[in-house]
């Protein structure tokens, strides 16, 4: 009798365990997702908190804004440091955007591998497919460019191969560890990614935060131009302007307006190509623009008013160039217009140069007040480079700009600052110009530190 | 719902069995004096080795060979008692009588099965229905507090989610899993709402401590285990019918417990940062940012609309006022709490059943806060098959309602961050409600409504008219159950439970209030013509939300009791349970609510609309509130749980169990975890060489084992989360990516050993017991730092461990003196952590360990651990604060927040206690007993407040001490408040705030309660059947305490809990 009584509840315990697999396969929670579906990378593409980002670090180190002593103290440790050219930047504080580009590389990866681990079985799907792989490598890119202008040393092409680049990582797997590539593979990277990309990428897309066409050309011209490439700079430059060149005319805005300009998402600035915004804007609300160069603004320019406001004794930046509170870092057609007229003008082209430049100023100026420049061939570039510096204020690439020109004898400047009674130097092409890896990364994975 | 069809089959597999009738009694064991059935009372044949002990009711039955048969009878701290039986034809009723040597609690329930204590191991705490009936209180869980060792209610730490008590048992065992005890409700985990349990339905209380006692329950139980059981029909010939009501009266809240400066100082304050122009950027602020009434005047006089006389006068006469005065007139009140509860009882052997009927009414201390509560319950019991088989049924329902309509003291700040300006008046002295500065400047309120908006007024009185907020509970709980003898030895039983708990939230706001007005003002718009636009549709604003949870579990257990030869007994229990939990939520938020017609309108949430207040602020969006959530969990257990006694002297336990759980994305092999569990209990007083008068009965208990903890906010796979897109601004659905891959993702364990003696002396004078345990949770969900280059700064994983241990005294003492009875029953317990190893270093010392202040884990420390600055005095030259900069002098504090390190904080122990207990005498005499209790907590830090001058020279108030801050050269010597800085430097607060001047110990002993009750003895039948008259009071009051600082160490932020007394009556017939 006790045996079949055993015998009975064995096959109790066998009915329990053999339907045990699907009972427990069942989501602990509805909003969890393991992301494999092509819908799925998508909405992780389109997470604009976490990819359309630019780094603010470089902000305070540049030369457009000072920060009076009584604001220093709202600075973070990271802003005081950058702004003071201190050799430390963290002081043991997190390296933000060191870590937030990384984060933007470990999104893109985790898109990468998702897409090569599907397989598209329709032909939209296939579309589909192609553009987020081109989406995610533009993403990876755009997040490696803007590491190598913060971490490494301004590119020269004779010393490429030994000066060390960024750790590239093809892998979302959190426990490998990439060490610093050459200043030129990094940089390489970048370029082969776009290369890429650009085939499959939508001419524009509706939406600012997506990748497209005109913004890899727009973002391969900034990369070709910190290289010193004017002639592929150019090239990509034109491409660029091809699909999207449309210009805001100013005198069409409320100059006078707290926030002047439309909000980017209603896709209302039509010089937006690609929305980002700064990893952080609190320096700019405490600081104010530097005055030798607000006076530099002619009284008709417009963007005198529509940049500035006065507050607490300064001349203070409005805000954002895409309508929101925080501070815009993206891709414009007016920036890729000077780029352009800049490698005119350097490839000997002056007419065109000064054809882009009039383009841009005729919008930028009081209608009926901008009369035609007429200048010398040696004086178009400066030009150029001045009004580029007033146009693209508080966007994070006046830095990248220093780096480069300093390169060039009659570009390279000495900055110079006083605060809190003691005066601070940046000569040109000084070690500072590359900002330090944060000790995090150098303790655990020990990739080589920046000299400062 | 695969796994029912295992309920079917097994119902028919078991095909009922003949078995001999001829040679077959039955009978229950019952405690002589009080009648409540013995549980695992020895039953065995004289001169026979057949032999089995009493179940879980109290009864037993046994194959006898022939009659008549003598039987003895046996039960620990009873006499034993033979008895003759000459035939099977009816049940027959041992009653034993107590012999003295009586242990605390003399059955216990782990919730799988009801057991003889001295036939376990494990260390547990019986709550019996006396002392758990010992405070009135309308819930279950806070009748348990200071009356079980080991257990403590947390006053400190950090804040849970509303689903956990604050309850720890035995110390920290998780850094980011539950910290509290699971709650098992009549056998079942219990998920609802505990607020919902009728304490009168309630018969008793386990507390689960160690690995041997909780183990059975496995990967939950990792915090310890509360076993409830609720109260079952028992034998009656006639119906009993019980009645117990009482009445409470909680006093209003101590509002003057927190010093803060009086009106005359705050207004001297505002003068003087008037006049310093503080205000001025405040006057010409585009949000149009309200100003105080003593501002207004100053700015009146200054712009000489009012005489320097008038200004004076009106100032005067704020200076007199203490806003407190109103707020506990009118806002608060005396809370009343009623509890009414009705049952009937009884039945035959083959049917027993009770039902009852409670109500609760509460009147909170705040107004316009009522709740209700309506419970009813059936239990019933049928025997069936010549009582092999037994059926249960029980049924639990509970309705509550919670009407929150109170203003709350955070709404009653005049602006963000601003608290109401202490010379506020909430009504003028007829009692009409006054309108106090709120929001906005008053010009520009009456400014905007002479342009046709609507009233933007704000009167707290007023405001308490216009809620409607309702919290519906209904929770009904079904439990069945099927428990079928196959032999004498061997039984089956099936266990299903369904539970489901609906919340709803409504809360209505009505459109007099503030909150619509304000919200409909401020997108109001006028168009070319003037004409205004209300894109807010001016009606009520409505909430909803509401949360469904159902459970269901299926447990199938087998049990074998049987008594061996040479005087053993073998108890052996085997089964599987399976449960499923689900909740799923959702919230709605209606716009032109219209109560009556129930119809609503809807707005435009997509459309950025340019603020009335401040035209600059072009982009807001209507506020939408829809929401959607879904979890389900879902648990698989295997357990095996044998007991072995030899002689009743040498009793030998062992339990294992798997369980598996849905934890997303983990293999299968690693969904489960095997835990397990030994021990051993020896009768040390029942060996022939023990001779000892002075302690006839001791024991000693030693266990071994695992338990676990779930933590299920984490997956082995990628995973990403979708979130709604209208906060970003994009109208892209997004996904963020919440989880990096971590396939050797696994549940947390802790380790236990648990070695204690348990003893009694002669006549039970005194008994008691010792715990000691030591304590290893390993696996711990912890935190360790990756390479940034990863994307991800911080991993989560199996990587922390904290050590603890403690030891629990339980001591209680009969003392008769006379017509006298003393009981004294004394608790001390004592519960250390230490985290033994956490992966992450806090990066910013400051921030981790002092702001916002515990909860970072630092190897060596305690997980709560209290750290400070250290401090250096004031300087007596201007009263700053002084600490420590690389060892030297400072009051650079910037430079102290960022390079103090870990290593030059002082560290003060832990934030909590590290002892307590409590220490209960109950005196009684003839018909009445008094009982006290007071209780302690020792050995815990506490960071007390204090001026801080941020919000002072913000015009924003401040604690008391600034009347005792230092002002002239010499104060440093009286004083540790630093001066009044001349401008705003919050680093110098900081560093006041977190500095060890202001850490004081917390150890305390507090007159927590007194019961007084009159049970008169006599022969009127409801006298005879039971009356209780009792008087409670609790919240007495601190007896002693070591810091000299006037705070109650458990409340110092907070209110200390009010005084309350209760008037209760119990009576049976």
Known sequence: MKKSIFGKICVLCFIFISCQSSFLDVKPNKSWVVPTSLQDLQAILDSRMELNIAPGINIPAADDFYTPDIYIQYLTIPQKNSYLWKPDIYEGSLGQDWNLMYKIVFYSNVVLEGVSASKPATDEEKLQWLRLNSGALFFRSFAYYYLSELFCKPYADQTADTDPGIPLRFTADINSISQRASLRQSYQQILDDLTLAIPYLPDTSPFLSRPSKAASWALLSRVYLSMGNYVKAEEAATACLKLNGVLLDFNTVDITAPNPFPVSESGANPEIIFDQILSSSAFVTVSGVDSLFYRTYHENDLRKTAFYFDAYGMKMFKGSYSGTTQLFGGLTTSEVYFTRAECYARNGKTELALADLDYILKRRWRNETYLPLTLHKEEVLEKILLERRKELVARGIRWFDLRRLNKERQFSKHLERFSEGITYKLPANDNRYTFPIPDNEISSSSIIQNPR | MKYFYGFIILSLLISPKVFGQGS????????????????????????????????????????????????????????????????????????????????????????????????????????????????????????????????????????????????????????????????????????????????????????????????????????????????????????????????????????????????????????MLFERGFYNALQVDRNHPPLTPVVEILLAQRNGLISNEDAEGEIDFLRRKDLRNDLKK??????????????????????????????????????????????????????????????????????????ENSVTVQELYYATGKPLYPYASLADENGVPSAINYGYRQDFVQQAMSKGLLAWTFSPLIEQQNKDNLRRNINYRINTAAEYKLTDHLKIEVLYQYDQSLNNLNNRRLKESW???????????????????????????????????????????????????????????????ARDSKTASQSTLYYGYNDELATSQLVDHFTRYTSFVNPASKNNLIPSGNSLSGRQDRFLSYYLNGVYSYKRKYILTASARLDQSNLFGVRINQKGVPLYSVGTNWKISDERFYKSVILPYISLRTTFGYSGNVYK????????????????????????????????????????????????????????SIDFYLKKSMDLIGNAPLAPQTGVLTFSGNTAEIVGRGMEVSLTANNRFGKFNLETSFIYSRASDKVSKYLAQASNVAGAYLIGGTGFPTEGKPFYAVYS?????????????????????????????????????????????LSFGSFRNTLSFMDFSLSANV?????????????????????????????????????????????????????????YQYAEVLVERGDHIRLQDINFSYKPTGNRSFIKNGLTIFLYANNLGILWKKTDKDIDPDFVSGIPAAKSIALGLNITY
Do not use: C
């Open chain 2, 24 to 271: 077959h009694i039955k009978g229950s064991v019952v405690n002589d004096e009080t009648g409540e059935p013995l549980v695992g009372a020895s039953v065995r044949v004289l001169s026979q080795t057949i032999g089995t002990s009493s179940d879980s009711e109290g009864e037993f039955s046994l194959q006898v060979p022939s009659f008549p048969v003598r039987i003895l009878i046996s039960f620990i701290g009873f006499k034993s008692k033979e008895a003759e039986i000459v035939s099977n034809q009816e049940t027959i009723i041992i009653r034993l009588i107590e012999d003295g040597v009586l242990l605390e609690g003399v059955t216990i329930s782990s919730g799988y099965q009801t057991i003889s204590r001295e036939l376990s191991t494990g260390s547990f705490v019986q709550i019996d229905n006396k002392l758990f009936n010992r405070r009135a209180s309308p819930d279950v869980i806070s009748r348990l507090e200071d009356i079980a060792p080991g257990l403590v209610f947390n006053r400190a730490g950090a804040s849970k989610p509303a689903s956990q008590t604050s309850i720890s048992l035995r110390g920290q065992s998780s850094i980011f899993g539950r910290e509290d005890p699971l709650i098992v409700l009549d056998n079942f985990p219990y998920n609802g709402d505990l607020s919902s349990i009728n304490p009168n339905d309630i018969e008793s209380i386990t507390v689960l401590k160690d690995a041997s006692a909780a183990s059975i329950w496995g990967a939950q139980a990792g915090n310890g285990v509360i076993v409830i059981t609720s109260k079952k029909g028992k034998k009656s010939d006639v119906p009993k019918v019980t009645f117990s009501t009482y009445q409470s009266i909680t006093g209003k809240p101590d509002l003057f417990y927190t010093p803060v400066i009086s009106a005359s100082e705050y207004i001297d304050l505002e003068r």
């Open chain 2, 330 to 403: 009118y806002m608060f009140r005396a809370g009343q709490h009623q509890q009414y509860a009705v049952n009937i009882q009884g039945g035959t052997d083959q049917t027993l059943y009770r039902l009852s009927y409670g109500f609760d009414r509460n009147k909170e201390v705040a107004v316009g806060d009522q709740s209700e509560r309506h419970t009813i319950s059936y239990t019933g019991r049928h025997q069936l098959l010549n009582n092999r088989l037994t059926l249960r049924n029980d049924l639990y329902l509970s309705i509550s309602s919670n009407q």
């Open chain 2, 515 to 577: 909150y619509v007005r304000d919200l409909v003002n401020r997108f109001t718009f006028s168009g070319v013509s003037g004409s205004l636009t209300r894109p807010v549709p001016y009606g009520d604003i409505l909430q909803t939300a509401s949360t469904l949870t159902q459970s269901q579990s299926l447990r199938t257990q087998v049990t074998y009791n049987r008594d061996l030869k040479s005087e053993s007994n073998l108890n052996i229990l085997a089964g599987t349970e």
């Open chain 2, 713 to 768: 906010a984490l997956s082995a796979y990628t995973t990403a989360s979708y979130a709604s897109s209208s906060l970003t601004g994009s109208s892209l659905p997004y996904a963020s990516i919440t989880n990096p891959p971590n396939p050797y993702l696994r549940w947390e364990r802790v380790r236990m050993i648990n070695t204690a003696i348990d003893f009694g002396t002669q006549d039970s004078r005194l008994r008691g």
């Open chain 2, 869 to 913: 600055y250290q401090w250096a005095g004031l300087d007596k030259d201007s009263g700053d604060p002084m600490g420590y900069l690389e060892g030297n002098l400072s009051k650079n504090y910037s430079g102290i927040k960022s390079s103090t390190t870990l290593e030059q904080l002082k560290y003060h122990g832990t934030l909590r206690p």
């Open chain 2, 935 to 991: 209780t302690y907590r020792l050995g815990y830090a506490v960071r007390t407040n204090s001026v801080l001058y941020s919000t002072i020279l913000t015009g924003n108030g401040g604690h008391a001490d600034f009347a005792k801050r230092w002002q002239n050269s010499g104060d440093e010597n009286i004083t540790h408040i630093p001066s009044m800085p001349s401008t705003l430097n919050p680093v110098r607060d900081e560093f």
